[in-house]
């Protein structure tokens, strides 16, 4: 996203990260209310699914460009795991994020297969 172009809501990349902010925001606040995995469960259906379904209505409206740009290939990789994205919604023990399993990754790698 180009410099000093945060706060404009014309341009799509800001309208993608709006989302992603909207659907964090809902998850801080779970964590911060201390709300079980159960509760999580039930709650995303109503709080985080209309985003996330609007969200991905807004991703396949979007024209891919030039590959090499950043935001197409954000778009890429996003459409490519709408199915995965839907996927957090039903178990309240998924994360939004996958930061966690990168860390994992990164601090024990010993854990993860070996790829030959």
């Given at each position: 996203m ?83 994205l ?22 024990y ?8």
């Open positions: 180009p410099k000093g172009s945060e706060k404009d809501l014309s341009n799509p990349a800001v309208q993608g990260v709006a989302y992603c902010d909207k659907l964090f925001r809902y998850e801080r606040r779970y964590k911060e209310q201390e709300l079980s995995y159960e509760q999580r469960e039930k709650r995303r259906p109503k709080d985080e699914k209309p985003v996330t379904e609007a969200f991905i209505k807004w991703l396949n409206q979007q024209k891919m460009s030039a590959p090499s740009n950043k935001f197409n290939k954000a778009l890429s990789h996003a459409r490519n795991r709408q199915d995965i839907m996927t957090y919604l039903e178990d309240g023990r998924c994360s939004l994020s996958n930061k966690m399993s990168l860390y994992a990754g990164y601090f790698p010993h854990l993860l297969p070996h790829i030959a």
